[in-house]
């Protein structure tokens, strides 16, 4: 065999490698995806041992197995023991100034005792981790995932010892091409072990997954399903809700799969009445206690409807950032500063941008009236031509449907933002991914976000062959800031290849620098509290235009880090687009939308 063709056998040998890893990785990971709602947890949060790893040599020096010198001449040349400590959750970012820009690969190891149980099955949940994760537990890899705001497991039955065990995972945050997102972003790349991570025990058969919620277009008929998974799935099921006085009743079968599907007078969740019911899953061998609302949302023709009444979404746009701390969010105190900052605005809608948010974010949120927009983070270079990057995408599809499909504040399901018409293969990809999504749950909107639409002489041509196959029309349009307007904001025409579906304004706004307030309010003082105000005050002129206009979404309720927002005077390594600066003082923009939100 000559060099060439040596050369072409091993770059098709290592692109199957890669191929069958991947594969591997996802099924790893998709194995038993075990519910955590009142299931009996462990949490290994805390403290953990840390190994930084700048020159990537963590896997050549094998440090899973965590070796140790034999000999006064066996030099092992890593060692956790004598190391920096990181609280887990937490971004490694902000928790070590030496990591504050830091991309790439940090170890982690947590030492965790466990008294063993024949009759129990354990499974290791992790919230998420920031972006390609490995696991190892007790030398021995578990598995990987790939994606930086989803959960995923394992189960350890079998494979955890009497007494200590040794848990070391491999967090590594560096940009992938073919990643979701991908090389380039608008937010700060906060890497790690974000999220909470627990040990959970079930029975040997136990109850996997649940879906209860209102059959799509009903207002009182209740359809779901339930799984088992173990050897003895066909069981008798009950599904109670005390308050009513509710008991259904049904079996599963062989593959333990149990229908559901019965009438019921609920009082409906809503934002002014945010009703939530303990619902109760019984199993023979196992019981799953979660609180529950429920709820209507739908189209029809050019309105949104919630609980079959007409209602005007007010939303904000959030990312996943404690503005006060300058850190990741993760706990419920930080979901409660940003979704009464929401609140306090006017809103009955956010918009958890631009990635699935932590579950702290969905449940406080559900409990404060205020429904949710979550969104994948299929943001505009993505490399949908990749052969992997549409099964990468079902799966994090699957992954933040898994998590959130029982809660009714969830009202939409945005599978991407600010793609590009021209890019190979994105419009089949993206059909297919809708598809998918429906097929899955179909008792939700699913929107497409674009910025593609064209303005000139005072007037939108929105068009993307994605609006197909949305129930919203989503238009991000930063008319005013990164567009001149081009005549009066009460003159601006609309055009729609789809005129009969609603409209969402889903970003729209200007930076200011909270304090810099000097100044007209011209284009040529841009920065300024002053011109941002004059922005939303055009804009919410321009609204009303705007056809079939459904509900709107300021970028953004807090200025945020991202570092390609580089003008050192007024930005400073932050998008200064926030109603709220980082410390939380209002802009005067802030009074406007607020005024805007009490009127409609």
Partial sequence: MNKKARKIVFKKTRLLVLIMLFLGNYLQAQTAMVNVESRHLSSLNGQWQVILDPTRIGEWKQVWLEKKPKSKTDFVEYSFDGGPMLKVPGDFNSQLCELTYFEGIVWYKKVFDYKSNNEKRLFLNFGSVNYLADVYLNGEKIGSHEGGFTPFQ?????????????????????????????????????????????????????????????????????????????????????????????????????????????????????????????????????????TIGFRCIEVQGNKVLLNKKSIFLKSVNIHEENPNKGTRAYSKEDALLLLNSAKELGCNLVRLAHYPHNENMIKEAEKLGLMVWSELPIYQHIQFSDSLVPKKMETMLKEMIHRDKNRCGVVIWSLSNETYPGTPNRNNALVELTQK????????????????????????????????????????????????????????????????????????GAEALYGSNAGPTDEASGWTEEYQKQVYIDQIEMFKTIPNLCGISPLLLFDYKSLGRMNQVYQKGYNRKGLLSEKGEKKKAWYIMNEYYKKR
């Fill in 437 to 508: 999504c429906r097929a899955i749950d179909s008792t939700r909107l699913i929107s497409h976000v674009a910025n593609t639409q064209s303005y000139t002489n005072n007037a939108f041509n929105v068009s993307d062959q994605l609006y197909e196959y949305s129930d919203l029309i989503c238009i991000n349009e930063y008319i005013g800031w990164y567009n001149p307007w081009q005549g009066k904001p009460s003159d601006v025409k609309w055009n729609f290849s789809y005129p009969d579906k609603p409209v969402f304004i889903s970003e729209f």
């Fill in 154 to 290: 394992f189960e350890i039955t079998g494979k955890v010892k009497e007494g200590q065990n040794s848990l070391i995972v491999k967090a590594d945050n560096v940009r992938l091409q073919n990643g979701l997102p991908g090389v380039g972003y608008d937010w700060f790349n906060y890497g790690g072990i974000t999220r909470d991570v627990n040990l959970i025990e079930t029975s040997k058969t136990f109850i996997e997954d649940y879906a209860v919620q209102l059959k799509k277009g009903s207002l009182n008929k209740v359809l779901g399903w339930v799984q088992l998974n173990g050897s003895n799935v066909k069981q008798k099921i009950k599904i109670k809700i005390p308050e009513l006085n509710k008991t259904y009743k049904t079996e599963s079968d062989s593959k333990g799969r149990a229908s559901l599907e019965f009438d019921s007078n609920l009082k409906l969740w809503s934002p002014e009445n945010p009703k939530l019911y303990k619902v109760i899953i019984e199993a023979e061998t196992d019981t799953i206690v979660d």
